[in-house]
């Protein structure tokens, strides 16, 4: 008898662990608000790992450059979901913006 084993891997090919259920690291959490078409950022931590959960007014997007362009957005979370973001190395700033009015949500960063 074999048995497998289902994980999530991000672009990269790292395991990271199921979004709905993340392990955050104690007091790291960020609330993040933004109103419709909004450029703001976040402080986290090069090469770490975040779930952010869209917890009202709209989906958020999310990009290690200005979201301003559709091409700029790496990571899209549609409301009341949870994403996982791994952060790049050497990248300080995670850049995000609603899809609507106050756009609220929850960022932690996780233990692996």
């Not at 609330?31 to 909004?38: F, G, I, K, P, Y």
């Not at 917890?55 to 450059?65: E, K, L, M, Q, V």
Request: hydrophobic fraction near 40%; proline fraction near 4%.
């Amino acid at each position: 008898m074999s048995s497998s084993e289902v994980y999530l891997s991000d672009n990269a090919g790292n395991r990271v662990p199921p979004a709905g259920s993340p392990d955050p690291v104690l007091a790291s959490g960020q609330w993040l608000q933004a109103d419709q078409s909004e450029a703001k950022s976040a402080t986290v931590v090069a090469g770490a790992t975040y779930a952010f959960t869209a917890t009202r007014g709209g989906s958020f997007y999310f990009g290690i450059a200005a979201v301003a362009t559709a091409a700029n957005a790496v990571w899209a979370c549609g409301l009341y979901n949870t994403i996982i973001i791994v952060i790049p190395a050497d990248y300080t700033t995670l850049y995000y913006s609603s899809s609507q009015n106050n756009g609220n949500g929850r960022l932690r960063r996780l233990t692996i």
